[in-house]
């Protein structure tokens, strides 16, 4: 009985309603208009945050190097089109908090004149370093939505030696359909970018892994990469979140991350369809990554779409173009409605993580209403992570984070399967959230307080020796005094004796 | 556009589930049984069934009133409803009016309100009023009314079931009798073998449900068929029954086998008392069984070990109450040392280590 | 007759473990407390006075006999509570800590005169300067003792909360509604 529950190869997950019918069937829309203005944020990756290099008043072209990347991982930001940079300073930025964040704000010229990279006639006569370079260059960072930055992630493959690459097409949350569209209507490019990006590891074993549910996709993709023997096209179990990069590794390869480590040193590296996509523009045309194709879904939105824009095109514009019911809105998530954050309002920009946009009614959300956790333990039965989310949130709602972090809070991945599976509607996800954030507080403030005490004693020292100091100089002004006393006093009784 | 929406965690959809949805679901599978239940014992049981679950509901009304919380969003999550439900359907079908009242009291005070309301307590409410009451009221806990379906000739009418139920029952020996599993006790205590007292039994009486027994829990064809719905609606989860219903027919079968005159067999031990209806619907109480599937199936085993120890060697009659509050008791236990692995890391919580390829 | 000799023998037997009991006490006596330097290491040390004791050793002191609560500390807010209730074994009352507001000096340059009396009294020269300079606080360093906002002749130190910000936002504790006053005092 145990060993059956230990090598089943999917665990826990939910079958979630997909709505991917509203979007899935329609071609990606490319004549999305140009906005007269971008924000673009500095920071769109995981990592550092880029550093400026051109100045306000300049004039750019699209895909010009707007900021360069700094630090180890980090990853360059372009400009989205051609125009004058009007301003780089704090604006809201796409988070559930809305607070500000370093942007710049380019006017677009409406001439969209593209600024391209130099590029080799066949780029598989490039090295596997140079690769990696270009693909660093043109600011490529997983467009799944983790977006960390993908040439770091082909150096730690190369280093690691990385056996097998596979390719998420799972795209498990519902509504999406974006990874799919693109699979359907650019197969052939995404499985050139695989190829590049094998090369670009120094392997030869590519896996693509697409969902039951996206056969089209999934035909698509066959074809185009039939004639590529090291890369196969396998169809998974339709199963959230089959996409969580761990689930899949398990899936496809039978291996499990160990805690702490990355998937490369496992010997496996994997990728989304929509990165692969971006490889094959960086180096087959020189393009930077600077429009992305996300979705429009959801039940306030009139025409759900699959959209390609311009990153840093603002939410409000979007929605404006896919006539989304503003007064039907309920709430408003960036990425999957899973995973999602929820945005307070759309005055903020899309940038590279935005893999959806959902306008989403009051009858779709999960509902508000508590009750008392009754035990059911459906979470603990969803939970991929092997979680027991129901004890975890109690000890953090009676305060006991120690407990908490002891039942594994730090091995929640947010997927949200507690949360959507709850019949008492206790926001789960929102408890461990709260709780990691609450740690890492913790963990500073001890840091402080450590340093304070630190400070504190090297000033008392100082003091101290200060006071000596200033006591032995006053003891060698009084010696020195008495010193001149007794001379003076000598001299008297010479004086006298004299 | 819209501006200061609450930051909101996701998952921001969710399953069409709701405690009381739940709820409803688990009456609507005992209802056949319940329906069969209160149709074989006539207007008595009808009674009885009314007056638990009224009390039962003014009881929560009450506690909720002095905590000071709202009383309806309470009551209508039918979760002090399904307990005095399935408290009813273990009384004896013509106990008097006040077994039910005392019994309702108890599951849900003492067995829910005072460790702090629904899903807090240790033990399953309704199991803690059947014991307490069987405990202290004997005579009226073990008074088994004969099989007198409504509208027969010799069931009690309208108003005379008023009288038993509120008044009491003046002629014990012609209405009432033994259950199976109390006769066979007695015939023990008498040095009568099996094959002796049970000249008389019906195996498939009994699974229809035409014996003496709790209001509920005679019909073991209709109460598996409603635990079976509840499976397919994914309410409940097979680890628990099977596990339980496993262990008892297990047991039951290596003893019967060894020994048939002083041993009952397997079916008997599935088709009498209550062990169909605590397989299904109170060993698998969300709150006081464990939380994962292995849990439970040890959950389940030790229920049917306990069970089958009581009837055989025990001095009740039938041990399925004590069994599940015993069980009960080890659930944190069991959730202590049984828990999933967490992905990454090996049973004892480190991490997994990279292999060498 | 029983019940006599039983209310004697209860009584003698009373008598003779309170004897014993003060014995104990009295020569089994510990001098001081190890643990006084426990606690004291665990509180802030910025002597900053708000728990209405001179400084952080006279507060240990007072927590170690129990005289005080664990929620003492206000820089501390609940995390320093429940270590303190954790080693002292303290019952905790979550309930009317507030979260310390964090809060931090700053320097306002169009008044600051240069006078150099605040950094002499910052306890981690936290703020740096020069005499007729504009002085600066380090915020990182800054305790918010608020010593040296006293000792401004011309009011250029103020307290300001800490500006929060993309890195340092937190989500928000759920509210679980079901909850009423008196399980929330059970919770905690």
């Not at chain 2, 069931?155 to 009288?163: A, D, K, M, V």
């Not at chain 2, 202590?336 to 060498?356: A, F, T």
Request: aromatic share 8%; hydrophobic share 45%.
């Amino acid at each position: 009985m145990l060993s059956f529950f230990t090598k089943s190869r999917i665990r826990g997950g939910v079958h979630a309603e997909s709505y991917k019918e509203l979007t899935a069937s329609d071609e990606i829309v490319t004549n999305f208009p140009l906005p007269k203005t971008l924000y673009i944020p500095l920071q769109q990756h995981v990592g550092k945050p880029a550093e400026p290099l051109i100045r306000v008043g300049d004039k750019v072209l699209k895909g010009q190097l707007l900021a360069y990347s700094q630090g180890m991982i980090s990853a360059p930001v372009h400009a989205p089109s051609s125009g004058i940079i009007l301003d780089v300073n704090d604006y809201p930025a796409p988070h559930p908090s809305a607070l500000p964040i370093r942007m710049m704000v380019l006017e677009t010229d409406g001439l969209d004149e593209w600024f391209t990279s130099p590029v080799v006639d066949d780029p598989f006569q490039l090295s596997p370093e140079d690769i990696s370079l270009r693909v660093g260059a043109a600011g490529i960072v997983g467009l799944g939505g983790a977006t960390f930055p993908t040439a770091v992630k082909l150096n730690m493959g190369r280093e690691n030696k990385i056996d097998t690459l596979i390719i998420n097409g799972a795209e498990c949350e519902p509504y999406l359909s974006c990874d799919d569209r693109l699979m359907q209507e650019r197969a052939e490019q995404i499985i050139d970018g695989v190829r590049l990006m094998l090369h670009g590891m120094e392997s030869d074993h590519a896996v693509v892994a697409i969902e039951d549910n996206k056969p089209q996709a999934f035909y698509a993709m066959q074809k185009a990469a039939r004639p590529y023997s090291v890369i196969k096209v396998i169809q998974i179990p339709t199963r959230y979140p089959m996409g969580w990069d761990r689930q899949l590794i398990r899936y496809v390869t039978g291996r499990e991350v160990p805690v702490g480590c990355r998937s490369s040193e496992i010997g496996v590296t994997i990728h989304n369809v929509g990165t692969a996509h971006a490889v094959h523009k960086a180096l087959r045309y020189g393009q930077a990554l600077v429009n992305r194709v996300l979705t429009v879904s959801g039940g306030a939105v009139g025409r759900p779409m699959n959209v390609e824009v311009p990153l840093g095109t603002l939410i409000s514009e979007v929605f404006a173009f896919c006539e989304v019911k503003s007064e039907q809105t309920a709430r408003i998530i960036m990425g999957g409605p899973m995973m999602g954050e929820s945005l307070p309002h759309t005055c903020l920009p899309t940038v590279k993580a935005t893999s959806g946009l959902l306008a989403l009614t009051e009858s779709e959300l999960k509902s508000n209403d508590v009750h008392p956790c009754i035990r059911c333990a459906a979470c603990v039965t969803v939970c991929p992570a092997g979680l027991r989310p129901l004890d975890m949130a109690n000890n953090i709602r009676m305060n006991q984070l120690d407990a908490a972090v002891d039942l594994g809070l730090k091995d929640c991945i947010s997927c949200g399967c507690c949360s959507y599976i709850c019949p008492s509607n206790i926001p789960l996800v929102q408890y461990f959230k709260y709780a990691s954030g609450e740690v890492v507080a913790r963990q500073q403030a001890q840091h402080k307080s450590e340093q304070t005490k630190r400070l504190m004693d090297d000033r008392n020292a100082r003091l101290e020796r200060i006071a000596k100091q200033q006591e032995e100089e006053e003891k060698a002004r009084i010696a020195a005094k008495v010193e001149r006393e007794r001379l003076k006093a000598e001299q008297a009784a010479q004086e006298v004796s004299v | 556009m819209m501006v200061n929406m609450k930051p909101r965690s996701g998952a921001h959809i969710g399953a069409k589930a709701s405690v009381s949805h739940i709820m409803w679901q688990v009456m609507l599978a005992l209802t056949p049984a319940t329906v069969f239940g209160l149709w074989l014992f006539g207007w008595p049981a009808i009674n009885l069934f009314i007056v638990t679950v009224l009390s039962a509901i003014f009881f929560e009304a009450v506690c909720i009133r002095l905590q000071g919380r709202p009383v309806k969003p309470v009551i209508m999550d039918g979760s002090a409803l399904l307990t005095a439900w399935l408290l009813a359907m273990t009384l004896p079908p013509w106990a008097p009016w006040w077994i039910g009242v005392v019994g309702s009291g108890l599951a849900i005070i003492l067995g829910k309100q005072v460790y702090g309301g629904l899903g807090q307590n240790l033990f399953n409410p309704a199991m803690i009023a059947r014991v307490a009451l069987l405990i202290s009221f004997p005579i009226e806990m073990t008074t088994w009314a004969n099989v007198s379906p409504l509208f027969f000739s010799n069931s009690p009418g309208l108003i005379e079931s008023w009288h038993i139920t509120f008044a009491g029952l003046d002629n014990l020996d012609a209405s009432t009798g033994a259950t199976i599993l109390g006769y066979v006790k007695t015939e023990f205590s008498q040095n009568h073998l099996l094959a002796t007292s049970l000249k008389e039994y019906s195996g498939l009486l009994n699974f229809i449900g035409w014996a003496r027994g709790s209001l509920g829990e005679t019909s073991v064809i209709l109460l598996v068929l409603g635990g079976v719905w509840l499976m397919r609606q994914g309410i409940i989860q097979w680890y628990i029954p099977v596990s339980l219903l496993g262990t008892v027919f297990l047991l039951a079968s290596i003893f019967h086998v060894l020994d048939d005159q002083h041993y009952l067999s397997p079916l008997m031990h599935l088709g009498s008392g209550g062990v169909i209806l605590v397989a299904f619907f109170i060993a698998t109480d969300y709150v006081t069984s464990p939380n994962t599937p292995t849990g439970q199936v040890v959950f389940g085993a030790g229920c049917g070990l306990l069970i089958f120890v009581i009837r055989t060697w025990g001095a009740y009659p039938e041990g399925s109450g004590f069994a599940v509050l015993l069980m009960n008791s080890a659930t944190p236990l069991i959730d202590y040392y049984i828990r999933p692995r967490i992905y990454g890391r090996d049973r004892q919580g480190k991490p997994l280590e990279i292999p060498k390829s | 007759m029983y019940v006599l000799s039983a209310i004697v023998c209860l009584t003698l037997l009373g008598l003779v473990l309170g004897l014993l009991l003060g014995i104990a006490a009295k020569y089994l006596k510990v001098e001081s407390s190890p643990i006084l330097d426990e606690v004291e290491s665990l509180l802030p040390g910025s002597q900053c006075g708000q728990c209405g004791f001179p400084g952080c050793r006279p507060a240990a002191e007072a927590l170690v006999e129990g005289n005080v609560a664990a929620t003492i500390c206000p820089p501390g807010g609940s995390a320093l509570a429940e270590q303190l209730a954790a080693l002292l074994g303290l019952d905790l009352d979550l309930s009317a800590v507030k979260e310390p507001e964090l809060l931090v000096a700053r320097v306002s340059e169009a008044t600051c005169t240069g006078c150099t009396r605040c950094f002499k009294v910052c306890p981690t020269d936290a703020i740096v300067g020069a005499p007729k300079q504009i002085h600066a606080v380090v915020a990182d360093a800054c305790i918010a003792c608020k010593k040296c906002v006293d000792v401004c002749p011309t009011e250029c130190l103020q307290m300001h909360p800490v500006e929060v910000t993309l890195r340092n936002w937190r989500w928000n504790k759920p509210i679980a509604v079901f909850e009423d006053k008196e399980n929330r005092r059970i919770a905690c």
